[in-house]
């Protein structure tokens, strides 16, 4: 299971070659039962919840003695009036529901089971006795019968006056008070905001007014992005190289600004400053120059990688052109992130259930107020725990068999010499080998991705408990162990996408594959660099221009209605909307770029053209090899470096 093989393994891999698509395995078989045993606890734990009552306690609700509402009920040992019948009783009505534990997120009053909650204010105890006699519900303590509500006892067995009006709708089949006086300060300033004249009145009635026109935005920026993929496809050797031009650009006018700033501040007269000013302005001019080495720096930096990466930008170029071609292959892709959004949604949807349900799980015991309480005890008690290690890692095993698939579909894509020869769906072909093959390389990737997410969201949490009460030392050290964590998830999160590619490519297991894909992609360090920011800032920029083309319709649009006053709200909608849908399509498009890439480098490490070494890339990518082989004769023996990349390679042992 682990990353160390013995010697006569690593021997093996040591003779292994690449067989795209040829050969087919599975893949690290025990993380699959690994992760196969976990989701059984996952399920143990809905199980064990369920069958302790606890679906029941939650849904429809218990009174302070144990007894389910709605439902008769068995007898607790050394629990007074438990095993009640409230077969007629449905709700749960607190007595005092103002009574709060704010620390705890609990109510304190005492709880009983009732056959209706009141719909008007209930005054006096006279009202809550002829609610009682109309309406078979008695909200007094069982003990009392509504006869005796008006009695000297009833004081303190009844609920405190007056008694709140309940929503007409319980929730949970719990009376929950629509305006009671503990929330009396939250509710007028709820009714203030509210009012007919408020700012989200007329905000509300503008999304209302204007739900033709928010359809129709959201529409166009689907439209937009559909139409930017097939843009970056036709013309991106124009648009790769007017970002490039456009960051240097940028670069060398922000440092200029500062530089002339500098001179403009260093040359004005200081006798004008005030005495107790001129402190300010000398460390005001200090920032400045700090401000404008350090841009020199960074610009002259990023000039020199764009200018040693320059050819290495027509590769970038070259793989979103066939990038463009594998969607026209494989339409599917593009909705690949409304099927995984979809699939974590009922996953949440289920946890957030489960959770609910061990809240209320568990013995029941008594509290300090004589009160039934449901508590775990014993090592279940830490069930939780791992439930929520389950929340990230299926979390993160969705998303890495959504990963799989896309690099399954493209690297089946490349690796096909005749396109006509694809499969009908290679989009289902790559699920299915994912299912036969590969999932357990999919579980091991995603619980290595938990391991660093746990540790930072603890000391994330750490972090924000301590706030402002930790000296400067503390939590410098939290921030940087936080950062360092953040960036070695990201690390590895790119690196899991490309050994998911490398186990699609030659079915071996993770840590093959990563060890493979590592290689390779260190190999090829600038060409990732090149691809890593040119490439990705350029999707970015056109994630910002379907945004904008977006909002600026909406305010052309929005600006001519006449029904409202305040459009800010479904102007926010819509950008929001067109943000995500510009995102899940252009985020395919990069993954799809990454993994083209993958495949070009592999197959230009092991194939060189000849007889029986024919290349498998598209025409396009195999111009930007002829080219560079023409680069490299007239550059001759001390050619360019991407032209002694791009050699016919010896086949290298991959260790």
């Known amino acids: 299971m682990g990353c160390c093989n013995s010697a006569s393994s690593a021997a093996q891999s040591s003779k292994r070659e690449w067989k795209p698509l040829e050969d087919r395995s599975c893949t690290d078989l025990p993380w699959l039962l690994i992760f196969l045993l976990f989701c059984i606890g996952m399920g143990f734990i809905c199980g064990f919840s369920v069958a302790t009552g606890a679906a029941a306690r939650l849904v429809s609700g218990y009174d302070s003695y144990g007894n389910i509402c709605g439902q008769k009920n068995a007898e607790l040992e050394s629990i007074p009036y438990s095993g009640m019948d409230h077969t007629h009783r449905k709700y749960v009505f607190f007595l005092d529901p103002c009574n709060l534990d704010l620390i705890n997120r609990k109510i304190k009053s005492e709880a009983l089971c009732v056959a209706a909650c009141p719909r008007q204010e209930l005054k006096t105890l006279s009202d809550v006795q002829k609610f009682a006699e109309m309406n078979g519900s008695a909200l007094c303590h069982y003990k009392l019968k509504p006869s005796e509500y008006t009695s000297a006892k009833a004081s303190s067995l009844c609920p405190k006056l007056p008694v709140p009006a309940s929503a007409p709708i319980p929730f949970f089949h719990r009376c929950a008070p629509v305006?009671?006086?503990?929330?009396a300060k939250f509710a007028e300033a709820l009714i203030t905001f509210v009012s007919d004249n408020s700012v989200l009145h007329r905000l509300i009635s503008g999304v209302m007014a204007s739900k033709e026109i928010i359809l129709?935005?959201?529409?166009?920026?689907?439209?937009?992005?559909?139409?930017?993929?097939?843009?970056?496809?036709?013309?991106?050797?124009?648009?790769?190289?007017i970002v490039t031009i456009l960051v240097i650009l940028g670069s060398l006018g922000g440092t200029g600004v500062l530089w002339w700033l500098y001179a403009k501040q260093r040359k004005s007269p200081k006798e004008t400053i005030i005495p107790e000013q001129l402190q300010i302005a000398e460390d005001n001019l200090r920032a400045l120059l700090i401000y404008a080495i350090s841009a020199t720096v960074f610009t002259v930096i990023l000039f020199l990688i764009m200018l040693f990466m320059r050819k290495r930008i027509a590769l970038t170029i070259a793989l979103f052109h066939v990038a463009g071609k594998v969607f026209i292959h494989l339409p599917l892709l593009v909705f690949q992130p409304f099927w995984t959004f979809f699939a974590l949604v009922l996953f949440w949807a289920y946890w957030i259930m489960t959770l609910l349900f061990l809240g209320t799980t568990g013995s029941a015991v008594k509290n300090d107020r004589g009160f039934v309480e449901f508590k775990v005890s014993g090592p279940l008690q830490y069930m939780w725990w791992y439930h929520?290690?389950?929340?990230?890692?299926?979390?993160?095993?969705?998303?890495?068999?959504?990963?799989?698939?896309?690099?399954?579909?493209?690297?089946?894509?490349?690796?096909?010499?005749?396109?006509?020869?694809?499969?009908?769906?290679?989009?289902?072909?790559?699920?299915?080998?994912?299912?036969r093959y590969h999932l357990g390389?999919?579980?091991?990737?995603?619980?290595?991705?938990?391991?660093?997410?746990?540790?930072?969201?603890?000391?994330?949490?750490?972090?924000?408990?301590?706030?402002?009460?930790?000296n400067a030392c503390a939590r410098c050290v939290l921030k940087s162990c936080i950062c360092c964590l953040w960036c070695l998830e990201k690390c590895l999160n790119y690196l899991n996408q490309n050994a998911y590619t490398a186990t699609a490519i030659n079915s071996t297991n993770f840590c093959t594959s990563a060890k493979d894909a590592f290689v390779i992609l260190v190999e090829n360090a600038l060409r990732v660099a090149a691809i890593n920011t040119v490439g990705d800032f350029m999707l970015f920029l056109g994630k910002v221009l379907i945004v904008c083309s977006t909002g600026l319709a909406g305010i052309m649009l929005l600006n001519y209605q006449q029904d409202y006053t305040v459009w800010v709200l479904p102007l926010i909608i819509v950008c929001l909307f067109a943000f995500l849908v510009a995102h899940c399509f252009l985020s395919i498009y990069e993954m799809v770029v990454d993994v083209l890439f993958l495949c070009f480098a592999i197959d230009t490490k092991y194939n060189d053209g000849s007889p029986g070494r024919e290349f498998y890339m598209d025409k396009v990518l195999m111009e930007f090899v002829e080219n560079s082989r023409k680069a490299m004769k007239e550059a001759g023996k001390g050619g360019a470096a991407d032209a002694r990349e791009l050699k016919p390679m010896v086949r290298e042992q991959i260790i």
Request: hydrophobic share 55%; with cysteine; charged share 15%.
């Open 441 to 470: 390389t999919v579980a091991k990737g995603s619980f290595i991705i938990t391991l660093v997410k746990i540790p930072r969201m603890i000391l994330m949490y750490i972090h924000s408990q301590l706030k402002g009460k930790e």
């Open 179 to 183: 305006n009671i006086s503990c929330y």
């Open 388 to 435: 929520v290690v389950g929340l990230i890692w299926i979390s993160e095993f969705i998303l890495a068999c959504q990963q799989m698939t896309v690099a399954g579909a493209v690297v089946t894509y490349y690796f096909t010499r005749d396109k006509r020869n694809l499969p009908f769906t290679p989009i289902l072909a790559s699920v299915n080998r994912l299912v």
């Open 216 to 241: 129709g935005l959201c529409l166009l920026s689907l439209v937009l992005s559909m139409i930017l993929m097939v843009i970056i496809r036709y013309i991106s050797r124009v648009l790769v190289w």
